[in-house]
């Protein structure tokens, strides 16, 4: 019996973002949900089914800033490893994340084995990036 695949949550005002993310962990075996800004992301990690969240900042309306106040005010969302992308300076970002309870932050334009090493370290799966042997 195989084990149920885990599910990240990608989180992006930026439909080609969102679809790139999308489609290349989907070929290393996850599951995903998308949400398009910070009101469609919250009602989704609130389902509770996302082992993962992968997250823009800068988004219209409801900003990743938003969400991880948000976040905050909720034990059950805080529980759920996070992964923040970001166009802005890392080290600035990854000061203010202090608190927050990210557990990475990654800079745009993103390397996707880097985002890869991440999302394997927070859910801790061995690493994908290794091809399998047959």
Known sequence: MNPVPQCILIVDDDASIRQLLVTFLRRRGFQLLEAHDGRDALVKMRTGRADLVVMDLAMPEVSGWDVLEERMLDPALVQTPMIVIT?????????????????????????????????????HTPDLSTPIAA
């Open 87 to 123: 166009a802005n300076n890392v080290r600035e970002v990854t000061a203010m994340m202090v608190g927050k309870h990210v557990d990475a932050v990654i800079s745009k334009p993103f390397d996707l084995a880097t985002l890869l090493q991440a999302v394997t370290v927070c859910l």
